[in-house]
């Protein structure tokens, strides 16, 4: 049977939407190739083609690519149970007269096969019926075989430091959440209280781009790569189903993301529209500059949009008597640098130009690359929908599958990569829950600083003015 494809392989965008396939392809049981790459095949002889027997092992590229994208069709458990059923009726593990012999040649397949899913999608394993499939095939597998107990024992230890590990996380989120919503709180009704600014913090912006890669490391380590696919299934079940996930979230670590981004965002704005004198914000806007351009060469384009974004919403860019006493020359070189125009083409070249760096690195330094993620959403998103999961036959485009499993994979790459820089936690502490202003809040400390400059800002001034007033 042809080997399944490496992601080295290319296809071209074009491709998915056509049948290039034709007389061409072969049929290997349900499965079809085209030039020796798995290019679709029905749901169930896709599942077979995931279990090992005595003499095939799935290559790690197919194992990969099925468990991310088989959720799209099926809910992990589900698979989990199939996989169970065809490990022991094929391979007759109910049987008590089992051959031993043949057990032994079986078992370290599965159980390499289990070791890889556990490994890679950890957090399939937080539904109880995932282990209970888990235990009960692990337990037919080791009866009587003391070396198999003990690889089982090593890969349930793993697993549940991994989910213990997630859980204390989760709760760290909630915790520091919790935190900043206080402070905000202290600051609306106490604000000659509460003086502190970044730069009473930290002044050095290389420090803060260090602290910052810090958060930005941590948030991406505990994404899973199944996030991405469950992210969509929430918005858009395949073929109007019903919805795989919705009994509970199923993409929480990359919404935290997604909202850490955010906060850096108006937390850049913040501290921007706070000071009362303009010269003190003109300082505050050049220090974020140089944090940013800091950011970008260590690698940490999330964190330098963020920053980007902060300064150009609108309570800030309006504020043009202190952007007058800005050098901005470094600023335009960076918004350059991040220009959306030609589906930004200068930040894909610049995140190509790090990826390389990270794979020929010969520090931890330099293997650091954070993608700009709200991109990388958008750009898994697109390849989802613009692309069908279903051929018209009714079997699984895999194709599309290998491209997004590539997407996803050069991410997981990504994540596993160590913070090289010390912690500094009284740093930390305030970028995770200093007080950031929302929306309004904003537009009333811009309008505080440089008064409003035509009829619609003046009544936007008064309005909030009147809402404030009505609170107190």
Same mark, same amino acid.
């Given at each position: ?42 749901? !169930? ?32 458990? !589900?698979?989990?149970?199939?996989? +169970? ?18 057990? *032994? ?10 070791? !890889? ?10 539904? #109880? ?9 692990? *337990? ?103 919805? +795989? ?48 351009? #800091? ?56 995140? *190509? ?65 160590? +913070? ?29 600083? #440089? ?22």
């Amino acid at each position: 049977m042809p080997q399944t494809p490496p992601f080295t392989g290319t296809f071209g965008s074009s491709s998915y939407n056509k049948n290039l396939y034709q007389a061409k392809e072969e049929d290997y049981g349900g499965l079809y190739y085209h030039e020796n790459n798995l290019v679709s095949g029905s749901l !169930e002889a896709l599942i077979q083609h995931l279990v090992p027997t005595v003499t095939y092992y799935p290559d790690r590229t197919y194992i990969f690519t099925f468990l991310l994208s088989s959720r799209l069709f099926i809910h992990p458990y !589900e698979l989990m149970s199939k996989v +169970c059923h065809l490990c022991v009726e094929h391979q007759k593990l109910s049987d008590p007269q089992a051959d031993k012999g043949r057990i *032994r040649k079986i078992a370290p397949k599965i159980l390499q096969l289990l070791t !890889e899913w556990t490994e890679t999608f950890p957090y399939d394993f937080r539904d #109880e019926r995932m282990m209970r499939s888990l235990k009960d095939l692990t *337990r037919r597998l080791t009866t009587g075989d003391e070396v198999y107990r003990k690889t089982v024992q090593q890969m349930m230890q793993a697993l549940i430091r991994k989910l213990t590990t997630l859980s204390q996380y989760e709760e760290g989120l909630v915790k520091i959440s919790a935190s900043a919503a206080d402070r905000l709180t202290v600051l609306k009704t106490k604000p000659q209280s509460i003086q502190k600014d970044i730069l009473s913090i930290c002044s050095d912006p290389f420090t803060l781009a260090q602290q910052l890669t810090h958060i930005e490391l941590e948030r991406l380590s505990y994404i899973g790569p199944e996030e991405f696919v469950q992210a969509f299934i929430q918005k858009d079940p395949l073929d109007n189903d019903k919805n +795989c996930f919705s009994d509970h979230k199923k993409a929480s670590n990359l919404e935290a993301y997604v909202e850490w981004f955010n906060r850096l965002s108006y937390l850049v704005a913040t501290e921007i529209c706070m000071p009362l004198k303009k010269k003190q914000r003109a300082r505050v806007i050049e220090f974020f500059i140089d944090v940013a351009r #800091e950011c970008f060469n260590i690698g940490n384009f999330n964190s330098l949009m963020a920053i980007i974004s902060g300064m150009n919403l609108s309570p800030v860019s309006r504020l043009k008597k202190t952007w007058a006493k800005v050098k901005t020359a470094k600023f335009d070189i960076l918004e350059h640098q991040m220009d959306p125009s030609s589906n930004f083409y200068n930040y894909r070249t610049a995140l *190509r130009g790090a990826t390389q760096r990270s794979i020929t690195a010969h520090s931890s330094r330099e293997k650091i690359v954070i993608p700009f993620f709200s991109l990388l959403i958008k750009d898994i998103y697109f390849l989802n929908e613009g692309c069908v999961s279903r051929l018209p036959n009714g079997h699984v485009n895999f194709e599309k599958f290998w491209e997004l499993a590539k997407q996803v994979r050069e991410f997981m790459t990504w994540k596993k990569v160590e +913070c090289p820089f010390e912690r500094d936690r009284k740093i930390l502490q305030y970028l995770l829950t200093a007080p950031v202003f929302n929306e309004d809040a904003l537009y009333l400390a811009s309008y505080e600083s #440089e008064s409003p400059e035509n009829n619609m800002e003046k009544d936007r001034w008064k309005s909030l003015r009147s809402t404030i007033l009505s609170r107190s």
